[in-house]
């Protein structure tokens, strides 16, 4: 809720790998920024990257790994539905494949973490090439974002 009071009247720009992108965007409907009417860009841009936002399942191996859940781990059973951001608040999905990315494999269960029904309401959804890893897939990101502030120039 403080992001608008950081930056005066210069759009923030977020960018959340990972779990970080789930938790991120579980708080899209408490984003807070101050927005004039009929204002044109959004004050708050938030990008995630090679997030999970289906969930990891908790049922599965990967759980097993940590004998003391972590949030995330316990936060991130099986998600659907995120809420819708407030105005000012635009989200990125730039997601990453299983065939590249391991943490989106799907689970023993058939779960799948980069199920495309989860979505924040209204994001702009991207997709990496299908041999990108997690690490890589925020590398090439925030690269292209040095390069260029347009989401879709960042592939």
């Not at 009417?37 to 990891?56: D, E, H, K, M, N």
Request: charged share 20%.
């Amino acid at each position: 809720n403080q992001l608008a009071a950081c930056s005066g009247e210069a759009p923030i720009l977020v960018l959340a790998h990972s779990a970080g992108g789930v938790l991120v965007s579980f708080a899209a409907d408490r984003l807070e920024v101050d927005v004039e009417p009929g204002a044109g860009a959004p004050r708050v841009t938030v990008v995630t990257v090679a997030s999970p936002l289906a969930g990891v399942d908790r049922a599965s191996h990967r759980a097993a790994w940590f004998t003391d859940k972590p949030f995330a781990i316990e936060l991130g059973g099986r998600l659907a539905q995120y809420p819708a951001p407030l105005p000012g608040v635009h989200f990125v999905h730039v997601r990453t494949h299983p065939s590249g990315d391991a943490v989106m494999q799907p689970t023993p269960t058939g779960h799948r973490p980069d199920d495309p029904r989860a979505v924040v309401p209204g994001a702009v959804e991207l997709a990496l090439p299908p041999d990108v890893g997690h690490d890589e897939a925020l590398l090439r990101v925030a690269e292209r974002l040095r390069r260029s502030p347009a989401p879709r120039d960042w592939l």
